[in-house]
Nanobody, 122 residues
Framework: QLLLEESGGGWVQAGGSLRLSCAAS????????MDWYRQAPGKQRDLVAT???????NYADSVKGRFTISRDNAENTVYLQMNSLKPEDTAVYYC????????????????WGQGTQVTVSS
């Protein structure tokens, strides 16, 4: 079982920065691709950034150049550095993974953290 827990959310003024962390726990060895999603009130949950096990990244157009996703495979932790924040970045941010390797076996799934609130004031 893979458990994900986000931290680092909070309130910040426009132009400021926050760093989100997502720590994984459970009997896992290596987590597959990890993502950050966000969901604003009344809107759908959208993909923000993705990072593969090897470190390849992709970003939503709305955050390119401002956000950076990274991971520490030894610690099974993924980060989202958010700079030049805008009020439209306000949302609950969720960590997600689609599977992991444990004991030589790949366990596919759809794993989500509980979310962390990011509020950016103008």
């Amino acid at each position: 079982q893979l458990l994900l827990e986000e931290s680092g959310g909070g309130w910040v003024q426009a132009g400021g920065s926050l760093r989100l962390s997502c720590a994984a726990s459970g009997s896992v060895f290596v987590i597959n691709t990890m993502d950050w999603y966000r969901q604003a009130p009344g809107k759908q949950r959208d993909l923000v950034a993705t990072i593969t096990t090897e470190g390849s990244t992709n970003y939503a157009d709305s955050v390119k150049g401002r956000f950076t996703i990274s991971r520490d495979n030894a610690e099974n932790t993924v980060y989202l550095q958010m700079n030049s924040l805008k009020p439209e970045d306000t949302a609950v941010y969720y960590c997600h993974a689609d599977g992991y390797y444990a004991g030589g076996t790949y366990v596919e799934g759809d794993y989500w953290g509980q979310g962390t609130q990011v509020t950016v004031s103008s």
